[in-house]
């Protein structure tokens, strides 16, 4: 299954942006990790089938109620199994 790296930009720390993708993701079956990023960023990584990264990568593009989301940077990665989806710190 393809794996994807995202970058999130804008307004996405202390928005619950992380707690919010993690409950994303499980409900759409994706598995990887999101975290914080010192420069303010979020960033995830997932694996899942074509369908299911396009629907993250929609949610990804508004995220929770009060995130501002300028800019995603999308970069597709080897395979990467993973067994959840976790929020690293």
């Known amino acids: 299954m393809p794996t994807v790296?995202?970058?999130?930009?804008g307004k996405v720390q202390g928005v619950f942006?992380?707690?919010?993708?993690?409950?994303?993701a499980e409900e759409i079956g994706v598995t990887g990790w999101?975290?914080?990023?010192?420069?303010?960023?979020v960033e995830i990584e997932a694996t899942g089938t074509v369908g299911q990264l396009r629907?993250?990568?929609?949610?990804?593009?508004?995220?929770?109620?009060?995130?501002?989301v300028k800019d995603i940077i999308i970069d597709n990665k080897s395979e990467e199994p993973f067994n959840a989806f976790e929020i690293r710190r």
């Open 5 to 9: 790296h995202l970058t999130i930009k």
């Open 17 to 24: 942006y992380r707690a919010t993708a993690k409950e994303v």
């Open 34 to 41: 999101v975290r914080n990023t010192e420069e303010g960023y």
């Open 55 to 68: 629907k993250l990568i929609e949610w990804c593009r508004i995220g929770p109620k009060r995130a501002v």
